[in-house]
Structures are given as structure tokens and as C-alpha cells.
């Protein structure tokens, strides 16, 4: 088990900034992904980006060049800092983490956070 939890999500108008910070309590493997994902209301859940330990990237095309994903290796924390954020993106955005010895995979994470809410007002 890899223990996530969110936090930093919050109410704010289009334009705006919001980051996100998941932190795992621990990795067995030095190796692995960890990913933002998010489910807007009626609409099924969508992989937003995703980072590798050893540093690789990567992000839907809707979050090209307004999103940014970070890890801290050492203190196992992942961040998601969202800019010039829109109505759209408002949504529950939720922590994953998967082992992978070299690429991360959206479909295979297995370890998810409880989720933390992003609303977008126009």
C-alpha cells in the first residue's frame, strides 16, 4: 500500500492559481510515477499529468503550458501547480502512484488519494 493524501484545492475565479500537493507516506521501490488525475461532475475520471521518480513528464494536452507537476523525492511529495486556470478544469482532482521501473502509464495507477476539490468560477 502507498498512502496518498491531497491537499490545496479551493474555490477560484478563471485566470487564477491553485497548487496541489499529494504526500505519500512511503515507497518500497525507489522507482515509481505518481499522477494528478480529475473527475468533473457527470463526466468520467481523465489523467492530467503524471511524473516519474527519475524525472520524466507527462500531461494531457489540455494542460500543456498551464499546468506544471513536481515531485520532491525526498520528502515523497508531488505537486500540480495549475495557472491561468478555467470553468472547465473545476473538478475533484485526485493522487495516484504506480511502480515503473521507466515509464508511467495512466492506466495503471493502482494507489489513489482521496481527492481534493477545484472550483473554477467564470
Known amino acids: 500500500q502507498v498512502p496518498l493524501v491531497e491537499s490545496g484545492g479551493g474555490s477560484v475565479q478563471a485566470g487564477g492559481s491553485l497548487r496541489l500537493s499529494c504526500a505519500a507516506s512511503?515507497?518500497?521501490?525507489?522507482?515509481?510515477?505518481m499522477g494528478w488525475f480529475r473527475q468533473a461532475p457527470g463526466k468520467e475520471r481523465e489523467g492530467v499529468a503524471q511524473?516519474?521518480?527519475?524525472?520524466?513528464?507527462t500531461y494531457r494536452d489540455s494542460a500543456k503550458g498551464r499546468f506544471t507537476i513536481s515531485l520532491d523525492n525526498t520528502k515523497m511529495i508531488v505537486y500540480l501547480q495549475m495557472n491561468s486556470l478555467k470553468p472547465e478544469d473545476t473538478a475533484m482532482y485526485y493522487c495516484?502512484?504506480?511502480?515503473?521501473?521507466?515509464?508511467?502509464?495512466?492506466?495503471?495507477?493502482?494507489?489513489w488519494g482521496q481527492g481534493t476539490r477545484v472550483n473554477v468560477s467564470s
Open positions: 512511503r515507497f518500497t521501490y525507489s522507482r515509481y510515477c
Open positions: 511524473i516519474h521518480s527519475y524525472g520524466t513528464t
Open positions: 495516484a502512484a504506480h511502480y515503473a521501473y521507466n515509464n508511467c502509464y495512466f492506466q495503471n495507477y493502482n494507489y
